[in-house]
């Protein structure tokens, strides 16, 4: 049986020291000249999975700064538990906590290379200070020496949220989500499970072209006169995407009606490519005219995200039709947001006719049609949308995202004070990026508050005793049938031809400080690789894992380890042809600078290379690699839970196995904005635009079934089944991710060999090419 642990035994060992054999300061808490006296102390923190190694290197009054090597991944507001003890003993000498209140990245020589300073905020009543001087003198024998480290505790976030009420000018009310548990648990606000029934809509625009929707209810009780919801998806996102909203809605007693806008992603008619603000506005006032008709005692709450809020809002601006306008991480300044994305102003090229035939918008390939639409029918400036703003006499409900990379704070400020009166209320997510579904937890949080604040709004009834949540097995059955339907008009090309033109876009990487701190992370969980091992790189790609591997293995390099008496025998491996070229080409200059630039002995690496297609059985025997890593690939194969059985039929007994895999619904707004503002160089941005659009193409792939990126529980599901003495996973690449890490016992019995079916006969069988048959 596996164990799913928060830390794992294997990669959690505390770092010691030698040198030090007596502590004789006698320092009083919070005396910064006592704490600046100490030399500085060697310190391991334990962080999701890795152990990074730095200093703790002193402090001022209750604060303490720690430096350690590479990029821990922290972030503020995170609690750190601190221990001091002597080795050998079990107990520590003193526990305290501190808060993690600054961080500092300073860039190494490399771009893979970094320092991370780390202020921790200690509380005088954790005595913090006194951890070195109880007035007495610590004597430790020659042989034994002073531990320190840190733990970051689970779930420490210091989160609230913000609600701004227009009657309380300026006054912010903060309810945090621990209040929140202790509401639900003490009985104040109860969650129950009810019944929701979906049933397909296809609604007629006056062009002619179809919308297709779904229209969901409670399977109980009178629907005539519910309240209906009217969920507008985002641009670039599907109905299928508020499912989840959807069925929180209908549990509660409403009616949802959710749909996909013509010329856009979906199953309503036209193409992404022909889709402009207009379009999207006249599908939204075809499906509340629908509602109207359909049900028109009812009242009729419109539920609109991203850009599609900003559709919404004129669309409401000009007809009226809703008792309530919810607007999701709405897109205020469509200029300015697309600017901040793209790094240039798409409208201004188009207006002084620099713009092409096709260009790429916020991820998709849309016609220049799209961009003349938007500035004739005025969608574009922040002027334009306060215009509305103040022409609207339907109530609003704003919820935003605190780390929302699309939209800045000033724009939603100005947008707040053009709704004024009607601003019913103002939600800021903590934490949350663009997209809310990124983070299913503070989605389900936000769903419960806004049901509450309509039932309020729209029934004028006080806030209910009771929540309803979502039977899983309704929800998860129409989500499989809707995601069948999705795949069966899949169109998105992700052949070998996209992987080619992926790669071949994805060189300026390691300028994206994420994907450098994914790989520290990555390889921080996976442990040294020494010499006389074998470590596999499944789907290497361009080699940025082999060049990460060279310069961490570089850097730490001991001089007592012989030269070339073992070598580590590196094997890269990968569908793309080409990307192997450049893999090879990559390591062999980083092989040949690191060997002129050391001046200790180096262990020797054998590099090997091989097309391989992951979706295939694995061209190599059981037991054989004693560490493997496959970086941002797993999910792109047919069935990644056969493929990590099968890396886990050729790992070696007491190897280790590290995965990263993004999450369903992942929102790479705030990644692509760093790489984006840190390229210096054209083709630096170029290629990030390359990046962009090939990500659009990765969302709709996913959306249409044929890419598979598991959430926590599906991924536990499949470890169970492997017999792995510890597992884990954890969270990466800005929350983006997640990290998958298997340890396999010394002793184990062979591991079956799965059967790793395709729908379609793969040209690639991997047979053992001769390259790899010396690790063979």
Partial sequence: MSTLTPELAGIT???QFAGLKQVSQELVPGDPSGIRDLSPLPFSLHCLGGVWDGYLVGGHKNNMLLRLTGFPPIELSQIIELEYGISGQDLPLKKFHGMIKDIQ??????????????????PTENDAMGSFSSGTRVLLPEEESLMVQGHVLNGSFNSSWKMLNHELSDAISIVSFREKEKEVKGGSLILQK???SSSRLTIKKGNGQRISAYHDQPIEGNSTERPVVVIAPGYGETKRDYLTLAYYFASNGFQVVRYDHTNHVGESDG???????????????TVTRYVKATWPHSAIIGVAASLASRVALRAEAECPSLSLLIMLMSIVNVQRSAATVHQEDLFAAYGNEQCPASANFLGFNVGNQFLGDAIANKFVTLEHTLFDAKSLTSPVILVSAEKDAWVAPDDLQAFRNALDRHLEHWMVVPDALHRLQENPKRARETYQRLIARCHEQVNQKAKPDVIHTPNRLDLGRQNRREKSAQQQQAETDVGTGFWQDYLGHFQSVAQCRDYVKLLDHVFHVLGPITPGQRFLDAGCG???AGLYFLNRLSSTISTGIPFLEKYIQYVGIDVVPDALKRANNAMRAATTNCQHGMTSPTPFVSKAWAHVDLGQPLPFPDNRFDRIVSNLVIGYVQDPGATLRELYRILAPGGRIVISNLKPNGDFSGIYQSLVSSAVLPQQREEARDLLNN???????EKEGQFCFYDQTQWES???????????????FAGQAYLVVLDKPIVCTPAQKPIIQNAEPCSIRNQLPEILKQVA
């Avoid at 490399?110 to 991370?116: D, K, L, R, S, V």
């Fill in 13 to 15: 060992s505390m770092h």
């Fill in 105 to 122: 990245v300073e860039p190494g020589q490399t771009a893979w290379e970094g320092t991370t300073n780390i202020l921790l905020d200690c």
């Fill in 194 to 196: 009810t019944g929701v």
């Fill in 271 to 285: 193409l992404h490519y022909q889709v402009s603000l207009s379009s999207m506005k006249n599908d939204f006032q």
């Fill in 542 to 544: 361009n080699g940025n």
């Fill in 695 to 701: 990500y659009g193409k990765i969302r709709q792939a």
């Fill in 718 to 732: 499949i470890i169970a089944t492997l017999g792995c003495t510890n597992a884990g996973i954890f969270s990466t």
